[in-house]
């Protein structure tokens, strides 16, 4: 007794496998089919199949002519049927996308993030008043937090002053203003303070899981 076994290895590749290689076979043997009616024909019939393999695309707008999309994707556009849909374009398909620009911060400080630099333009948009002059001060205290979140160490009001200068364009120079932001240790200790209280929530929530897990 002889088997004619096929291997993966001697297969050609499924144009898309989640159809499988039974129908991959059948839009092979319609593409050899003489004439256009039995072409037609058998076109209709395996896009019903295909449409029975994937109910979920019922969903999807357009649902027949996806499915008829796809059987001329599969036919490598070698089936000639008229399709209700028209046939796809391959050299549209085909084509690369444009690729994407990286994006880019618009400042050199990129530690401080971009929200900093959001918050800067809308300080920017407003009218000078006390409560401008505050959210001003309140950015730059918040860029000294980012800072030593980056730097771990200390960093001096002036070296905060002068980065909230650069990115404000010249128009926030608090240089010779005589303010004072928080001192850094307190705003490391505030981030180190942070951080405890969420393991110690966690460990909380772990130990309370393993208590309630051993009287069931």
């Not at 911060?105 to 630099?117: D, M, P, T, V």
Request: hydrophobic residues 35%; aromatic residues 8%.
């Amino acid at each position: 007794m002889e088997f004619n076994l096929e291997y993966n290895s001697d297969r050609s590749l499924l144009i898309i496998p989640e159809y499988g290689r039974h129908i991959q076979k059948l839009v092979d043997h319609c593409v050899g089919l003489e004439t256009i009616e039995e072409r037609k024909k058998m076109a209709d019939a395996i896009v019903d199949v295909m449409g029975n393999l994937q109910p979920h695309l019922r969903d999807v707008p357009d649902f027949k002519h996806k499915l008829w999309d796809q059987l001329f994707i599969m036919s490598e556009f070698k089936l000639d049927v008229e399709a209700p849909y028209g046939k796809p374009d391959k050299g549209e398909l085909e084509a690369k996308p444009e690729p994407l620009a990286y994006p880019k911060l618009a400042s050199r400080y990129r530690f401080y993030g971009h929200n900093i630099q959001t918050m800067i333009k809308v300080a920017l948009s407003w009218e000078d008043s006390e409560l401008k002059t505050a959210l001003v001060f309140n950015i730059a205290n918040h860029m000294k937090k980012c800072y030593l979140n980056w730097n771990k160490d200390t960093v001096e009001d002036a070296v905060i002053f002068k980065h909230l200068k650069d990115l404000s364009n010249g128009v926030f120079d608090l240089t010779d203003s005589g303010e004072t932001l928080s001192d850094s240790s307190n705003l490391l200790k505030k981030s180190t303070n942070g951080r405890n209280s969420n393991n110690s929530n966690k460990n909380k929530k772990n130990k309370n899981r393993k208590h309630q897990n051993r009287y069931k």
